[in-house]
């Protein structure tokens, strides 16, 4: 039997030996049962299901090397950035994490509650299911994590103290390079549809303006330790059933500026929007799940903005923040930052060397050229316009602008109606 004080990485026998040997979770007699389950790059994902009582736990490994290649290292450090996240993330806001059981620095894995009762949003949201519940989830999630990591917040050697241990180079470097860097010339590791090549290179690469700003943009995700991010907040980081929200996967967590995960959330509700603009037949189920996309959309800004603006009130300490004035001034700093990142996001999904598959799996090339045009003409205006975009309704425009570019009549659902904002109370 292996005695697990080097590291290596699992097999799903080895698993099942670990949880025996290192855990105290399963009853003695439990019958155990392993699966790889994960879907990534650079993780292993083991479910341990007892066959007696049907409890179960998820163990994540953190690999040394990529799936794909041997060639790309990633340090499973990794593991503990993600283990201590989830930690703090579940005490800030309770309920949106899993819970974290143990998290063993040696064999660089960690041991969760097992979320199989929920589904991954960007499978739901690519079969137009509807979460009435996530605006209102993922601003309290957003509002905690964000807001309670920042200086305005907690004491300022304890943030210091906090930015060191949340201190993830290769993680950063590779947003540095996949979201900052790559999309924005013609760099040989994008991945570019060639149906959507001319316009890249005429719209985005052979745009200096854009350059200046994605550089000043780079610059600012290096330098601003302003909150705790979670640091890939996509749709396929978020587990959701209709009455539950959970934020998983926060390996890529540090120190940066507060909206780049609000931009994330925005990007890849838009994704699901143009997907189901392409993919939805029937006129008027179409026109119903896009009016839920943007109110989903608008209500996550405004939301956020109101959450923020309370929990501002209720929680700072840092002295100088009370200044009349400097709570608007922050909370539009962080909205400018949440443009932006949301427009790097929906650029370099489609530039750049991962996909998202709401729009890969657009099958028509015409349609999915047309898809990937709208998604780079609304991210090249979040970037641009920053400095402009702040309501909801902001947000919301720059996508019905970006569509009607390129698609006309009534094809597509693009009625300006007010957004009333839905809450749970
Ligand atoms: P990676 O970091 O490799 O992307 P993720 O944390 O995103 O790994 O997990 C990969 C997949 O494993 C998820 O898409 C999901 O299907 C499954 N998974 C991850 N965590 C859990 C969990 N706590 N409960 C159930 N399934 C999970
Ligand atoms: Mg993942």
Known sequence: MKDFTTYFTMTEQDVIEYVQKKLDIFEQNAELECREIGDGNLNYVFRVVDQNSGQSVIIKQAGPVARISDAFKVSPDRNRIESEALKLQGELA????????SYDPIMNCCVMDDLSDHEIMRTALLKHKKFPLFADHITTFLVNTLLLTSDAVIDHKEKKALVQKFTNPELCEITEDLVYTEPFYDCE?????????????????????????????????????????????????????????????????????????????????????????????????????????????????????????HAWDENIKERTASAPSFKEWYLNSILEDASAAAGLELCRRIIGIAHVKDITSIENKESRALAEKICLTAGK???????????????VNVLLQSVRKFIEGEKFYDSSKSHSIRTTG
């Open 189 to 309: 590791q994008n991945d570019v549809f060639p149906e959507t090549r001319e316009f890249i290179r005429e719209e985005i690469w052979n745009d200096s303006k854009l350059a200046l700003e994605t550089a000043k943009l780079k610059f600012d995700f290096m330098t601003k330790a302003q909150s705790l991010l979670h640091g890939d907040l996509h749709t396929g980081s978020i587990f959701i059933k209709e009455d539950s929200t959970k934020i998983i996967d926060p390996e890529f967590a540090f120190y940066g500026p507060a909206g780049f995960d609000i931009g994330n959330v925005i990007a890849n509700l838009f994704f699901a929007y143009v997907n189901a603009s392409f993919t939805i037949e029937d006129q008027e189920t179409k026109e119903d799940y896009l009016q839920y996309i943007q109110q989903t959309i608008s209500d996550v800004i405004e939301l956020f903005t109101k959450k923020f603006l």
């Open 94 to 101: 309770p309920g949106f994490v899993p819970k974290v059981y």
């Open 381 to 395: 205006t979040f970037i641009l316009e920053r400095a402009n975009i702040r309501t909801g309704d902001d947000f």
